[in-house]
């Protein structure tokens, strides 16, 4: 069994630029869900993607965007690039229509934008 | 909307020692709890989950956990802290997004340290 897997692991960016970060679920996983978890902090929802749409949104400006591919695998995008995104950015797959369904993490991508 | 308090944002134990992590939530429907571990420069790691079995949930690593309804708890115990536990631990509560869509509300998570 593959777990989630992240790349890239570590990312350098300036203000005002743009990021894709990747997500592979884990095998038999058909849900995406993207965190942000800041220095000191619990992770934070983004979104969640399910059947390649957006299946939900935390609190999160219009400027992070994401994608699902039909092999469940997942892109998050970030424009416009702001001090404040310098975070771990966390992916978790899960399948869907299982009673308590379980969100399971890849390692995450370290982005600090300068 | 739903959310859980950790306390005490650091915890510092030593080698042997009862480790007990403290987790409350708020939540206006029956919880699915979770606990994960988040050892440095790495990702989240599932320890356990609480989906309205048994009160009492066994995880991974010798931890366990208890859920108490009356007391809105979701302690993390394990009975013998092993160098090895030093890592931080998050509690989460799911909660439902829009119909079908899930997310964790994560509470700030605690710092466990292991005294030698």
């Known amino acids: 069994e593959t777990g989630v897997t992240q790349s890239p692991t570590h990312l350098i960016k300036t203000r005002g630029q743009q990021v894709t970060l990747r997500c592979s679920s884990q095998s038999g996983h058909n849900t995406v869900s993207w965190y942000q978890q800041a220095l000191g902090q619990g992770p934070q929802f983004i979104f969640q993607y399910y059947r390649e749409e957006e299946n939900g949104r935390g609190n999160f400006p219009p400027r992070f965007s994401g994608l699902q591919f039909p092999n469940y695998s997942s892109e998050l995008n970030v424009n416009a690039l702001e001090l404040d995104d310098s975070a771990l950015y966390l992916c978790?797959?899960?399948?869907?229509?299982?009673?308590?369904?379980?969100?399971?993490f890849g390692p995450g991508t370290r982005l600090l934008v300068l | 909307a739903q959310s859980v308090t950790q306390l005490g944002s650091h915890v510092s134990v030593s080698e042997g020692a009862l480790v007990l992590l403290r987790c409350n939530y708020s939540s206006s429907v029956p919880p699915y709890l979770f606990w994960y571990v988040q050892y440095p420069n790495q990702g989240l790691q599932l320890l356990l989950k609480?989906?309205?079995?048994?009160?009492l949930v066994k995880g991974i690593n010798g931890f366990e956990a208890e859920f108490k309804k009356s007391e809105t708890s979701f302690h993390l115990t394990k009975p013998s802290a092993h160098m090895s536990d030093a890592a931080e631990y998050f509690c989460a509560v799911r909660e439902e997004v829009i119909q079908g869509a899930q997310k964790l509300v994560f509470g700030q998570g605690t710092r466990l340290t292991i005294n030698p």
């Open positions: 978790a797959s899960s399948l869907v229509g299982g009673r308590g369904e379980t969100q399971y």
């Open positions: 609480y989906t309205s079995a048994a009160t």
